[in-house]
T-cell receptor, first 112, second 116 residues
Protein backbone atom coordinates (compact mmCIF):
# COMPACT_ATOMS: atom_id res chain seq x y z
CA UNK A 1 0.00 0.00 0.00
CA UNK A 2 0.88 3.65 -0.05
CA UNK A 3 3.42 4.86 2.47
CA UNK A 4 5.38 7.92 3.51
CA UNK A 5 8.83 7.98 5.00
CA UNK A 6 10.23 11.12 6.54
CA UNK A 7 13.46 11.76 8.35
CA UNK A 8 13.41 11.05 12.01
CA UNK A 9 13.98 13.83 14.41
CA UNK A 10 14.32 15.58 16.56
CA UNK A 11 15.98 18.28 14.52
CA UNK A 12 17.53 21.16 16.42
CA UNK A 13 18.62 24.27 14.57
CA UNK A 14 19.77 27.73 15.45
CA UNK A 15 17.65 30.66 14.40
CA UNK A 16 18.22 31.69 10.74
CA UNK A 17 19.62 28.28 9.81
CA UNK A 18 18.55 26.45 6.66
CA UNK A 19 16.01 23.70 7.12
CA UNK A 20 15.47 20.53 5.12
CA UNK A 21 13.15 17.75 6.20
CA UNK A 22 13.27 14.83 3.81
CA UNK A 23 10.13 13.02 2.73
CA UNK A 24 9.81 10.17 0.26
CA UNK A 25 6.75 8.21 -0.68
CA UNK A 26 5.51 5.10 -2.40
CA UNK A 27 2.14 5.19 -4.07
CA UNK A 28 0.06 3.73 -6.80
CA UNK A 29 -1.46 6.34 -8.99
CA UNK A 30 -0.80 10.04 -8.69
CA UNK A 31 -1.60 11.28 -5.21
CA UNK A 32 -1.48 14.79 -3.89
CA UNK A 33 1.28 15.53 -1.39
CA UNK A 34 1.00 17.62 1.74
CA UNK A 35 2.99 19.02 4.62
CA UNK A 36 1.13 19.58 7.86
CA UNK A 37 2.46 21.35 10.94
CA UNK A 38 1.47 20.72 14.55
CA UNK A 39 2.31 23.32 17.16
CA UNK A 40 2.49 22.20 20.81
CA UNK A 41 -0.89 21.20 22.20
CA UNK A 42 -2.73 21.82 18.95
CA UNK A 43 -4.17 19.90 16.03
CA UNK A 44 -2.64 19.76 12.58
CA UNK A 45 -2.64 22.65 10.14
CA UNK A 46 -2.02 22.41 6.45
CA UNK A 47 1.29 24.08 5.66
CA UNK A 48 1.48 23.50 1.91
CA UNK A 49 0.49 21.07 -0.77
CA UNK A 50 1.19 20.00 -4.33
CA UNK A 51 -1.24 18.14 -6.49
CA UNK A 52 0.89 16.99 -9.43
CA UNK A 53 4.45 16.34 -10.47
CA UNK A 54 6.77 19.37 -10.55
CA UNK A 55 4.30 21.49 -8.61
CA UNK A 56 5.88 23.57 -5.87
CA UNK A 57 3.90 24.27 -2.73
CA UNK A 58 4.91 27.26 -0.64
CA UNK A 59 3.71 29.04 2.46
CA UNK A 60 5.26 31.11 5.25
CA UNK A 61 8.70 30.78 3.69
CA UNK A 62 8.47 26.99 3.47
CA UNK A 63 8.68 25.24 0.10
CA UNK A 64 8.40 21.70 -1.21
CA UNK A 65 8.47 20.39 -4.78
CA UNK A 66 6.62 17.29 -5.94
CA UNK A 67 9.37 15.20 -7.55
CA UNK A 68 7.94 12.19 -9.27
CA UNK A 69 11.29 10.90 -10.53
CA UNK A 70 12.68 10.65 -7.01
CA UNK A 71 9.28 10.15 -5.30
CA UNK A 72 10.13 12.94 -2.91
CA UNK A 73 8.56 16.01 -1.38
CA UNK A 74 11.29 17.52 0.79
CA UNK A 75 10.39 20.49 2.97
CA UNK A 76 12.77 23.46 2.96
CA UNK A 77 13.02 26.87 4.54
CA UNK A 78 15.89 29.26 4.05
CA UNK A 79 15.89 30.85 7.49
CA UNK A 80 14.03 29.29 10.39
CA UNK A 81 12.64 31.17 13.37
CA UNK A 82 11.97 30.10 16.93
CA UNK A 83 8.26 30.23 16.12
CA UNK A 84 8.77 27.44 13.56
CA UNK A 85 9.38 24.96 16.38
CA UNK A 86 6.74 22.29 15.85
CA UNK A 87 6.18 18.79 14.52
CA UNK A 88 6.03 18.50 10.74
CA UNK A 89 4.14 15.72 8.99
CA UNK A 90 4.48 14.71 5.37
CA UNK A 91 1.36 13.08 3.89
CA UNK A 92 -0.10 11.80 0.66
CA UNK A 93 -3.60 11.16 -0.42
CA UNK A 94 -6.38 11.43 -2.88
CA UNK A 95 -9.82 12.89 -2.67
CA UNK A 96 -12.93 10.99 -1.75
CA UNK A 97 -13.23 8.66 1.19
CA UNK A 98 -9.60 7.69 1.49
CA UNK A 99 -7.67 9.02 4.46
CA UNK A 100 -4.32 10.69 4.16
CA UNK A 101 -1.28 8.52 4.74
CA UNK A 102 1.07 10.26 7.16
CA UNK A 103 4.74 9.96 7.88
CA UNK A 104 5.76 9.62 11.50
CA UNK A 105 6.44 13.29 11.95
CA UNK A 106 9.64 15.23 12.52
CA UNK A 107 10.01 17.40 15.58
CA UNK A 108 11.85 20.65 14.90
CA UNK A 109 13.27 22.79 17.66
CA UNK A 110 14.71 26.18 16.78
CA UNK A 111 16.85 27.88 19.41
CA UNK A 112 17.67 31.55 19.58
CA UNK B 1 -10.74 28.63 4.97
CA UNK B 2 -12.46 25.49 6.18
CA UNK B 3 -12.69 25.28 9.97
CA UNK B 4 -13.10 22.18 12.08
CA UNK B 5 -13.82 22.58 15.76
CA UNK B 6 -13.34 19.89 18.37
CA UNK B 7 -14.76 19.87 21.87
CA UNK B 8 -13.72 19.42 24.61
CA UNK B 9 -10.07 20.26 24.18
CA UNK B 10 -9.21 18.59 27.49
CA UNK B 11 -11.14 16.09 29.55
CA UNK B 12 -10.28 14.15 32.67
CA UNK B 13 -12.48 11.28 33.69
CA UNK B 14 -12.52 8.36 36.07
CA UNK B 15 -11.86 4.85 34.92
CA UNK B 16 -15.04 3.11 33.80
CA UNK B 17 -16.88 6.22 32.65
CA UNK B 18 -17.67 7.21 29.08
CA UNK B 19 -16.50 10.35 27.34
CA UNK B 20 -17.90 11.98 24.21
CA UNK B 21 -15.81 14.14 21.91
CA UNK B 22 -17.51 16.27 19.29
CA UNK B 23 -16.12 17.31 15.95
CA UNK B 24 -17.88 20.00 13.93
CA UNK B 25 -17.20 21.45 10.53
CA UNK B 26 -18.15 25.09 10.97
CA UNK B 27 -18.25 26.47 7.45
CA UNK B 28 -18.49 23.49 5.14
CA UNK B 29 -20.25 20.18 4.83
CA UNK B 30 -18.01 17.31 5.80
CA UNK B 31 -18.92 14.33 3.69
CA UNK B 32 -16.19 12.25 5.30
CA UNK B 33 -14.59 12.52 8.70
CA UNK B 34 -11.56 10.70 10.01
CA UNK B 35 -10.60 10.11 13.63
CA UNK B 36 -6.96 9.80 14.57
CA UNK B 37 -5.23 8.97 17.80
CA UNK B 38 -1.84 10.46 18.49
CA UNK B 39 0.63 8.63 20.66
CA UNK B 40 3.35 10.18 22.83
CA UNK B 41 5.97 9.64 20.15
CA UNK B 42 3.83 11.87 17.94
CA UNK B 43 2.81 9.32 15.31
CA UNK B 44 -0.77 9.46 14.13
CA UNK B 45 -2.90 6.35 14.02
CA UNK B 46 -6.04 6.34 11.94
CA UNK B 47 -8.86 4.91 14.02
CA UNK B 48 -11.84 5.08 11.72
CA UNK B 49 -13.46 6.70 8.73
CA UNK B 50 -17.03 7.90 8.91
CA UNK B 51 -19.36 9.03 6.19
CA UNK B 52 -22.50 10.97 6.94
CA UNK B 53 -25.44 8.68 7.53
CA UNK B 54 -23.55 5.41 7.45
CA UNK B 55 -21.61 3.27 9.86
CA UNK B 56 -18.01 4.06 10.50
CA UNK B 57 -15.27 1.91 9.02
CA UNK B 58 -12.76 0.99 11.69
CA UNK B 59 -9.10 0.24 11.17
CA UNK B 60 -7.75 -3.11 12.15
CA UNK B 61 -7.12 -3.36 15.86
CA UNK B 62 -9.52 -0.58 16.85
CA UNK B 63 -12.38 -1.82 19.01
CA UNK B 64 -15.62 -0.55 17.54
CA UNK B 65 -17.55 -1.26 20.72
CA UNK B 66 -15.13 0.80 22.73
CA UNK B 67 -14.74 3.72 20.35
CA UNK B 68 -18.22 4.56 19.12
CA UNK B 69 -18.28 6.91 16.17
CA UNK B 70 -21.40 8.62 14.93
CA UNK B 71 -21.64 10.91 11.92
CA UNK B 72 -25.24 11.98 12.21
CA UNK B 73 -25.06 15.07 10.05
CA UNK B 74 -22.82 16.71 7.47
CA UNK B 75 -21.37 18.99 10.12
CA UNK B 76 -21.04 16.77 13.18
CA UNK B 77 -19.25 13.59 14.10
CA UNK B 78 -18.81 12.26 17.62
CA UNK B 79 -16.36 9.84 19.17
CA UNK B 80 -17.45 8.20 22.41
CA UNK B 81 -14.85 6.36 24.44
CA UNK B 82 -16.87 3.86 26.43
CA UNK B 83 -15.78 2.44 29.77
CA UNK B 84 -12.55 4.37 29.55
CA UNK B 85 -9.38 3.01 31.09
CA UNK B 86 -6.02 4.68 31.72
CA UNK B 87 -4.57 3.13 28.56
CA UNK B 88 -7.15 5.08 26.56
CA UNK B 89 -5.50 8.31 27.67
CA UNK B 90 -4.32 9.99 24.51
CA UNK B 91 -4.71 12.91 22.13
CA UNK B 92 -7.62 12.35 19.76
CA UNK B 93 -7.84 14.39 16.58
CA UNK B 94 -10.67 14.55 14.10
CA UNK B 95 -10.37 15.66 10.52
CA UNK B 96 -12.82 16.31 7.74
CA UNK B 97 -13.00 16.45 4.02
CA UNK B 98 -15.69 18.43 2.30
CA UNK B 99 -17.52 18.36 -0.95
CA UNK B 100 -14.89 20.63 -2.49
CA UNK B 101 -12.75 17.52 -2.39
CA UNK B 102 -9.35 19.03 -2.92
CA UNK B 103 -7.79 16.05 -1.20
CA UNK B 104 -6.57 17.86 1.87
CA UNK B 105 -7.99 17.23 5.28
CA UNK B 106 -8.98 19.92 7.75
CA UNK B 107 -8.17 19.11 11.33
CA UNK B 108 -9.75 19.92 14.63
CA UNK B 109 -7.69 21.24 17.51
CA UNK B 110 -7.53 17.85 19.17
CA UNK B 111 -8.86 16.55 22.49
CA UNK B 112 -6.57 15.47 25.30
CA UNK B 113 -8.20 12.63 27.25
CA UNK B 114 -6.80 11.65 30.62
CA UNK B 115 -8.35 8.67 32.36
CA UNK B 116 -7.55 8.38 36.05
Amino acid sequence: GDSVTQMEGPVTLSEEAFLTINCTYTATGYPSLFWYVQYPGEGLQLLLKATKADDKGSNKGFEATYRKETTSFHLEKGSVQVSDSAVYFCALGDSGNTPLVFGKGTRLSVIA
Amino acid sequence: GAVVSQHPSRVICKSGTSVKIECRSLDFQATTMFWYRQFPKQSLMLMATSNEGSKATYEQGVEKDKFLINHASLTLSTLTVTSAHPEDSSFYICSARGRMNTGELFFGEGSRLTVL
